[in-house]
């Protein structure tokens, strides 16, 4: 006879209650489960999307107003390219990328166009590496990237999707689609621009912006064929949407007083609105757990203890002490808590699985790291509702052992 | 063995005051066989109550072996009840969902034996009191004499020095009446100390030394007897 075998027994002798019980804990902690992971995978699928979107942050020359987003370079007005490499050193948390615009006109086989001068990642990278300050204060991708190093080979088509480029070669240029339809361009063909010679690295696909009528080439290049100087239109930031609503837009106003920053407020609000609700969601649920489950344990437990009392009584009468009754009691509410939060996680991870994709269209995988949650929330409400029952228990009058109960 | 000085109970009921049971003192020796009888509402079980070390009277001090039971606290009383007195009950008390073998090591588990001597001492018990063969039986899959035995069992397991006993043969037929009562005789006969609450006044004349209660005052019916009621 041990403490675990009475217990074990009496939940076998009345299975009933204990699995009305069990069932108001595992619906709280399935709830529970099944909303943390769908939430979690959502909002990695909205950072991923939010990466892809490109810049949501715009740094632009005092006075300057965005009409229009993907032209917000085309105005002039230029700010010094220095500023680039003061919020790389800086320690300034949520900057994910960055990339330095020049715009100027040119002509390509006797036809206007926009040349745009970048800065490949690589180079800003070396210059802060130089510096001693090592490339950006925080991990890259905002926590929407797995975190596996990815080796494979950069895809400089990919500045018309991410807005920034890997690496580009100082005589290189990527040409939108527009203008590589119109002017036959292809991979590898040579073209003459702003007095200079240039390869096509690549043809970029069709973005439907004013991008696909521009060619893209290397700043420092644009800038001395131009005359222009250390200088630049605009800085795009692709920043963290938390680390926005957190402060990166004050944080780079202290740091570039004489710049504008333009935050694209809505997709960053609609961002921030969804992981809120789904945060709030989970917190309700939660609060469902806490409310149903634990009033549920309680009533259970105390219907338990109300019917077992001569049974209490008797045990009392044999040499239990009240400490025993209160662990007899409180034990069998952890092995429901325990059992409980097991089956919820189990449960809740399953419904995940199928929700996912029904609510918030992403693929889900259960998530581990929430089994010691859910199993930490289930024993702490059951744990909390036992106490008063096991209070009364090992209160009680062992002279009922010798009464008609 | 035990010893009661001015012993009194009276509880609460609406505000008003209810005598269970009048100043009493008594004493009982080592060894004796004791019935206590009366009409029912007569103080009977609240005496029980009291000299099994669950029922702390209103006045008055209770000796058990010398040592005055409710200066102890609660865990001590209790454990010293553990180990010092069993308790025989008219409706057994077997718990339900235990075998009758589980039912025995109660006592044992709960004076802190090993589950291996636990359940050395339960067999050698159940076996004394013929009931080898039913020990992985629930109380339900016992007959009403069997279950009784099985109680009894539970009431030797930790070789308690003094039995309580209440209506111990309220509930059964006449010849497991006439087992029970045998068995209590052995249990005198071993040297122990019996106290039987009971209606019946043919087990009653098992002992010798009846105590009769009515109004929850104490005369003494028959033998040697050490009453006086204060």
């Known amino acids: 006879m041990r403490l675990a075998t009475l217990i074990g027994r009496e939940m076998g002798e009345r299975p009933v209650p204990m699995v009305t019980c069990l069932l108001a804990i595992v619906l709280g902690v399935t709830a529970l489960v099944a909303i943390r992971t769908v939430t979690y995978f959502s909002e990695m699928a909205v950072a991923r999307e939010m990466d892809s979107l490109g810049a949501n942050v715009l740094i632009l020359p005092k006075g300057v107003?965005?009409?229009?987003?993907?032209?917000?370079?085309?105005?002039?007005?230029?700010?010094?390219?220095?500023?680039?490499?003061r919020i790389t050193l800086s320690k300034l948390q949520g900057v994910d990328n960055l990339s330095p615009k020049l715009c100027v006109p040119a002509k390509l086989n006797g036809d206007s166009v926009t040349v745009t001068g970048i800065l490949p990642k690589s180079e800003f990278q070396a210059k802060a590496a130089w510096a001693g300050a090592g490339i950006f204060n925080h991990p890259i991708g905002c926590g929407a990237h797995s975190g596996v190093p990815?080796?494979?080979?950069?895809?400089?088509?990919?500045?018309?999707?991410?807005?920034?480029i890997e690496t580009l070669g100082e005589r290189e240029v990527l040409v939108g689609a527009e203008v590589a339809d119109r002017h036959h361009l292809h991979e590898g063909d040579s073209i003459e621009l702003l007095g200079g010679k240039f390869t096509v690295l690549a043809v970029l696909p069709v973005t439907g912006s004013v991008d696909d009528g521009r060619?893209?080439?290397?700043?420092?290049?644009?800038?001395?064929?131009?005359?222009?100087?250390?200088?630049?239109?605009?800085?795009e930031v692709v920043g963290c949407c938390k680390q926005i609503a957190a402060g990166l837009v004050d944080g780079l106003n202290k740091l570039l007083p004489e710049a504008r920053v333009v935050t694209i407020k809505q997709v960053v609000q609609t961002q921030q609105n969804v992981n809120q609700l789904m945060e709030r969601l989970s917190l309700l649920f939660l609060a469902v757990l806490l409310a149903v489950g634990g009033a549920a344990m309680a009533s259970a437990l105390y219907a338990n203890v109300s019917e077992r009392r001569k049974e209490i009584g008797t045990l009392m009468a044999l040499g239990a002490t009240p400490a025993f009754i209160l662990r007899l009691i409180v034990g069998k509410a952890v092995v429901l808590g325990v059992v409980g939060g097991i089956g919820g996680f189990l449960v809740g991870s399953v419904a995940a699985l199928w929700l996912g994709p029904q609510l918030a269209n992403v693929t889900v995988r259960p998530l581990p790291s929430l089994a010691a949650l859910a199993l930490g929330i289930a024993v702490a409400v059951t744990l909390l509702a036992s106490l008063l029952p096991a209070w009364r228990a090992a209160r009680l009058d062992p002279c009922i052992c010798f009464k008609e109960v | 063995m035990l010893r009661l000085e001015a012993v009194s109970k009276t509880f609460q009921r609406r505000g008003c005051p209810v005598v269970a049971l009048q100043p009493t003192s008594l004493e009982v020796n080592a060894g004796e066989y004791v019935a206590v009888v009366g009409p029912s509402g007569s103080g009977k079980t609240t005496l029980l109550s009291i000299l099994g070390g669950m029922l702390a009277p209103s006045s008055g001090k209770v000796y058990l072996d010398g040592q005055s039971l409710y200066d102890l606290s609660v865990t001590r009383r209790t454990q010293m009840r553990g180990s010092r007195i069993g308790f025989v009950f008219q409706t057994f008390n077997l718990v339900p969902y235990l075998t009758a073998l589980q039912n025995v090591q109660i006592p044992l588990y709960l004076s802190g034996k090993s589950p291996r001597e636990q359940r050395r001492l339960a067999q050698a018990v159940l076996e004394r009191l013929g009931l080898g063969d039913r020990m992985q039986h629930k109380p339900g899959e016992l007959s009403v004499g069997q279950q009784q035995r099985v109680a009894l069992a539970r009431t030797?397991?930790?070789?308690?020095?003094?039995?309580?006993?209440?209506?111990?043969?309220?509930?059964?037929?006449?010849?497991?009446?006439?087992?029970?009562?045998?068995?209590?005789?052995?249990?005198?006969?071993?040297?122990?100390?019996?106290?039987m609450v009971t209606h019946d006044p043919a087990a009653a004349a098992r002992a010798p030394r009846t105590l009769r209660l009515v109004g929850g005052g104490v005369t003494e019916l028959s033998t040697v007897g050490r009453v006086q009621v204060a």
């Open chain 2, 156 to 195: 030797l397991a930790n070789d308690p020095a003094l039995i309580l006993a209440d209506e111990p043969t309220g509930n059964l037929d006449p010849e497991t009446r006439e087992q029970v009562l045998q068995l209590f005789d052995q249990f005198h006969a071993e040297g122990r100390t019996l106290m």
């Open chain 1, 150 to 164: 990815d080796n494979r080979p950069v895809d400089p088509k990919a500045l018309a999707r991410k807005r920034v």
């Open chain 1, 65 to 85: 107003g965005v009409q229009d987003y993907y032209a917000a370079d085309m105005h002039g007005e230029t700010l010094p390219e220095e500023y680039v490499q």
């Open chain 1, 215 to 235: 060619v893209f080439a290397h700043l420092h290049t644009v800038q001395e064929l131009a005359g222009k100087g250390e200088v630049v239109n605009v800085i």
